[in-house]
């Protein structure tokens, strides 16, 4: 096992204040947090280049659309392209009742939502960001409860992937208007999806808000049902001596990774997933990241684009960059960190039920 040690930390936010999502976006790194503001950071020394306060009544996603545009939703039911270099909203899209959005996916011209459960619909609206004012197509029957994540595949831009928290991952065609006939293939992960996507060609990834870990391959030739995972690893936990699982996030000089979390040891271990014989998780080259963001959760993490550097963002309003204890990367601290780390020990969210921490937003 490898160690990392951080290189950059964040000033920190408001006590109380979690970020939710980091995400890199061209030459910046965006965050939304739970004060309902979008920020734009600078990546190597996490520096604050500006804050876009009130974004959404209650934001839930961020996703990267084209140089500099970042994706924004709520559970206003608003859906926002705001340019990270000058902070505007370019343009802004809703459905006419606005349900609340929790999952969002951008792929060419193509924009998705996935929103709550509302009067008996959980509807996944897909939008041509050529012509934003309507949306293309509207499918509202194939999922029972909210819609926690969206995805594009990347090779056959058409086809889109939806998890929910009613245990399913489904495939559509896009170019398909009629929802039955749009539907493709449909996995049944059997517990709420916390995190799906594509890890290859034909083969997709579903992981539960209970840590159950599956591999299914896609067949977008036939219409079939619920098939058996090719690779079932089940609860991550025990296996990975983890508390929780972050998400899964690829680059094209690691491959894929996944954060798996223990709040109470007070750390972060990357490990690699591999494909041999068969898919697998590669524990002997786990990276891990001691004292994480303490006892606090943390709630996203991403790899830059030479994959040297592990950012990550925590329930403790922190964002951090790691890199190996190999590499000889000079230590960026911000100001106040330290301070920060020292008040946050005090400010335990006590009464707060643990299963909540990994409900979608």
């Known amino acids: ?14 006590p109380d204040t979690y970020i939710y999502k980091i995400l890199p976006i061209s030459t910046a790194m965006g965050s939304i947090s739970s004060d309902d503001s979008l920020r734009v950071i600078d990546p190597p020394t996490l520096e604050l280049r500006g804050t876009i306060g009130g974004v959404h009544d209650g934001v839930t996603c961020l996703s990267g659309f084209r140089d500099r545009l970042g994706l924004t939703a709520g559970r206003d039911g608003l859906l926002k392209c705001i340019d990270l270099r000058t902070k505007n909203t370019t343009f802004e899209l809703s459905e006419e009742k606005k349900p609340a959005i929790l999952s969002t996916a951008c792929q060419e011209n193509l924009i998705a939502t996935g929103a709550e459960l509302t009067n008996s619909q959980a509807a996944i609206t897909v939008w041509d960001a050529r012509a934003s004012k309507r949306s293309l197509l509207h499918y509202v029957e194939s999922h029972s409860d909210d819609v926690t994540d969206l995805c594009f595949h990347t090779s056959h831009p058409s086809i889109l992937l939806s998890g929910s928290t009613d245990g399913l991952v ?6 398909v208007a009629d929802e039955d006939d749009a539907l493709v293939q449909v996995f049944n992960h059997g517990s709420s999806i916390a995190h799906a996507g594509f890890l290859s060609d034909h083969e997709v990834f579903a992981l539960s808000h209970d840590e159950a870990f599956s591999i299914y391959e896609s067949n977008r030739s036939d219409h079939v049902e619920a098939p058996i995972p090719t690779y079932a690893l089940g609860d991550l936990r025990p296996q990975l001596q983890c508390e929780y699982v972050v998400d899964l996030v690829s680059s094209e000089s690691t491959g894929t990774v996944l954060g798996a979390g223990s709040h109470s040891l007070h750390q972060l271990d990357v490990v690699p997933l591999h494909r041999g014989s068969e898919w697998g998780l590669d524990t002997a080259n786990t990276l891990r990241l001691p004292s994480a963001h303490g006892e606090e959760v943390v709630r996203s993490l991403c790899l830059s684009r030479d994959g040297n550097t592990i950012f990550t963002a925590g329930e403790d309003g922190l964002i951090k960059a790691w890199r190996s204890s190999e590499d000889s990367t000079v230590t960026v601290e911000a100001e106040d960190s330290g301070n920060a780390d020292k008040k946050r020990k005090n400010q335990k969210h006590s009464g707060k039920d643990e299963r909540a921490r990994f409900k979608p937003y």
């Open 170 to 175: 489904n495939l559509y065609d896009t170019t």
């Open 1 to 14: 096992m490898k160690t990392a040690r951080s290189v950059a930390t964040s000033a920190s936010l408001n």
